[in-house]
């Protein structure tokens, strides 16, 4: 039997780096993508420099999967941009539209071009990635946090569109990991918003691909339109 196929997001640094790095380790074949080259090298995992702001090029690198592959069986939709916290009042365009060039358009078209290669088998699990942010209101994430609501609920309706193609559409949204981008914004914002959790710690990668691997499990096949709160907002 041919290995699963998932295809990751922003795989060069970050969370998406150990999404990659932990699934090549456990029996996927993995294909990353990134704006620069690979951060790292396996057997097991394949990397293509694309923007996921360019639709064509989105497209382009689902096509490759399909020609090189013919199957896609998870897509882990985690490319995104965090920007420092800064007040609506102060937030100027040229922050805004990358965030949602990148944090919606990106999804939304690694989303769409997932689904037309799954639905070829008629069978694929789609993991979209929020944010605690979401649910928290804090002040000065109003762009960043508009952007992760987005995705929640476009992932919601690709799931009920997709559903009779036998694919899944589910969100995870995690606390914090402690990534470089998240150290940069500061003790204070790190610690303020975790004393907002139940749980009140960081997440680990290991907590974040289990829960991956939730919904890319076969067992899985009724699950769908779901957000997976880890750490779960107060």
Same mark, same amino acid.
């Given at each position: 039997m041919d290995r699963p196929v998932m295809a990751i997001t922003g795989t060069r640094t970050g969370a998406g780096r150990g999404i990659a790095e932990h699934f090549a380790a456990r029996g996927y074949m993995v294909a990353g993508c990134s704006r620069g080259p690979a951060g790292f090298a396996a057997e097991s995992y394949e990397h293509t420099q694309v923007d996921v702001c360019d639709e064509r090029q989105v497209a382009a690198w689902m096509r490759g999967i399909r020609n090189r592959h013919q199957r896609l069986d998870v897509l882990v939709a985690n490319a995104g941009l965090? =920007?420092? *916290?800064?007040?609506?009042? *102060?937030? =100027?365009? #040229?922050v805004l539209e990358p965030l949602l060039r990148t944090n919606v358009c990106g999804t939304y078209y690694a989303c769409r071009e997932a689904a037309k290669v799954m639905a070829l088998r008629r069978s694929g699990r789609i993991v979209t990635v929020s944010s605690m942010a979401v649910g928290l209101h804090e002040e000065g994430t109003s762009a960043y946090s508009a952007s992760k609501s987005a995705v929640v609920e476009m992932t919601k309706i690709l799931a009920k569109e997709v559903a009779p193609l036998g694919i899944t559409c589910n969100v995870i949204a995690p606390s914090m990991l402690m990534t470089d981008a998240v150290r940069a914004l500061g003790e204070d914002v790190i610690k303020r918003a975790l004393s907002r959790l139940t749980i009140q710690r960081e997440v680990t990668i290991e907590e974040i691909c289990? *829960? &991956? $691997?939730?919904? $890319? *499990?076969? #067992?899985? $096949?009724? &699950?769908t339109g779901q957000v997976l709160h880890m750490g779960l907002v107060c």
């Open positions: 965090a =920007p420092a *916290a800064s007040l609506m009042m *102060a937030t =100027p365009g #040229e289990n *829960a &991956i $691997a939730f919904f $890319a *499990a076969p #067992e899985s $096949a009724c &699950i």
